[in-house]
């Protein structure tokens, strides 16, 4: 195997880090998963020869360990985190946190992302890039193969600062065109030094992606694509997914806007994603919700999946029934829910049941027996509509995928959400109709 060969030719160690097996390449040579000997822990080492290095140019060397020490001060959440950087007699290495998780090109290749999930998945990505270039460094590969989703709760992580470096620094790259294509900046294709204004622009691009399953700017050659990044704006998102909201397709267009100077920031990029959630998540009950999909996909999985599918659908119609149909019980509007909401890696299943079940009786002298039952209003209804077109939603997913996926997560959130909102809502409804 070409991984154990290398690993064999630098006695299987790199530094003090142990091989395990090879990764896969990197824009800037050969990764491979180790071991960190020291404290047992797993890392991804990132490697170039320093020959080769030292062929790009003299100061080359200098600039891929300077560089890599760069994205070593960040610390943030959505960053992947730099454990250590060296060399030895051929290889120049960063060691790093080793991610285990799906990238984002690999989500975006199965299917189109869900709305809700690929507003977060952005807005992870601009608060990473917020944080980087508030500390002067520009990442200038922005591009769904770069960003790793990992964790039970949809985290995703920003990879690949190996080409980043300090805006303060005297070396620049003006006259090379770093980068992606079909993600590239404008100033970036056409080989201009580039600042933060950059990134947002290839932020853009992923965001139009996930959003319209299209590339934004795609062609036959490098030439023609280059030539759209440079001249051209995409088909707006909205002619191609009509749910989208008016303030995500404007932001959109500002940050692919050809002038650098005219784009937001990073942070009025993650400002404006969070109000694009906040107004979603508080929409008026008249608005018909954005987050539903197209069901005819689904339609056809429950109509020639399994007999665990037959099951499930049977469980999803009782749900939906003793919403509808059965009145709300009483127990639950007259008093409160606990403050503490119950932890996401409970089975959704057992939260449904929980809320639907008739409540204990009461003894006569309950603290809530004098408070009269509650009228349910619009919002509470709507946020009663959510919540079971969420479970229905969540239950096509298991079809498909497992507890472990992205999109199954992304729901989990809501669900719980939409809890914490109905307490507080009912709260409300007390205070107000005792009054």
Do not use: C, W
Not at 100 to 112: F, I
Not at 127 to 144: M, S, T
Not at 215 to 234: C, H, K, Q, W
Request: no cysteine.
């Amino acid at each position: 195997m070409p991984a154990l060969n290398r690993a064999e030719q630098y006695g299987m160690k790199i530094g003090r880090y142990e091989i395990l097996d090879e990764i896969g390449q990197g824009a800037m040579g050969t990764v491979y998963r180790a071991l960190d000997p020291l404290i047992e822990r797993e890392v991804a080492i990132k490697t170039v020869d320093i020959a080769q290095l030292r062929s790009e140019g003299p100061d080359a060397e200098a600039r891929f360990l300077r560089e890599a020490q760069s994205a070593g001060r960040l610390s943030h959440p959505n960053i992947v985190t730099i454990y250590d950087v060296g060399e030895t007699d051929t290889l120049a290495y960063i060691a790093m946190e080793y991610l285990s998780g799906s990238t984002l090109r690999d989500l975006m290749d199965r299917s189109l992302l869900p709305l809700d999930l690929a507003i977060d998945t952005a807005l992870q990505m601009a608060e990473a890039l917020a944080f980087a270039h508030e500390h002067g460094v520009v990442h200038r590969d922005i591009k769904p193969a770069n960003v790793v989703v990992t964790g039970r709760r949809g985290r995703i992580k920003l990879t690949d600062f190996g080409i980043a470096h300090l805006l303060n620094s005297n070396q620049t790259q003006t006259g090379q065109m770093l980068g992606s294509p079909r993600y590239m900046s404008p100033e970036q294709a056409m080989g201009r030094e580039v600042d933060g204004r950059s990134d947002i622009f290839s932020l853009g691009a992923v965001l139009y992606e996930m959003l319209t399953g299209r590339y934004a700017f795609d062609g036959d050659s490098l030439p023609t694509i280059v030539y759209r990044v440079v001249n051209e704006m995409p088909p707006t998102a909205m002619h191609m997914r009509g749910t989208l909201p008016p303030a995500l397709i404007e932001l959109l267009a500002r940050m692919l806007h050809k002038n650098p100077a005219s784009r937001p920031n990073a942070r009025e990029v993650a400002t404006a994603l969070h109000a694009v959630v906040s107004a979603r998540q508080t929409a008026s009950p008249d608005t018909p919700s954005a987050v539903a999909e197209p069901m005819s996909r689904s339609l056809r999985v429950f109509a020639f999946g399994t007999p665990l599918g037959v099951f499930l659908l049977i469980g999803v119609g009782i749900i939906v029934i003793e919403h509808f149909v059965s009145a709300p019980p009483p127990a639950l509007l007259q008093s409160a829910e606990p403050e503490a909401a119950p932890a996401l890696s409970a089975p959704v299943a057992e939260a449904s049941a929980a809320e639907s079940a008739p409540p204990p009786p009461q003894p006569r002298q309950s603290r809530t027996a004098s408070i009269p039952p509650i009228k349910p209003d619009a919002y509470l209804q709507r946020l009663d509509e959510k919540a079971v077109e969420l479970r229905v939603k969540r239950t096509e997913l298991l079809l498909r995928y497992t507890e472990q996926h992205p999109d199954v997560m992304q729901v989990d959130r809501q669900l719980e959400q939409l809890r914490i909102e109905r307490r507080r809502h009912v709260r409300l409804l007390q205070k107000q109709q005792a009054g």
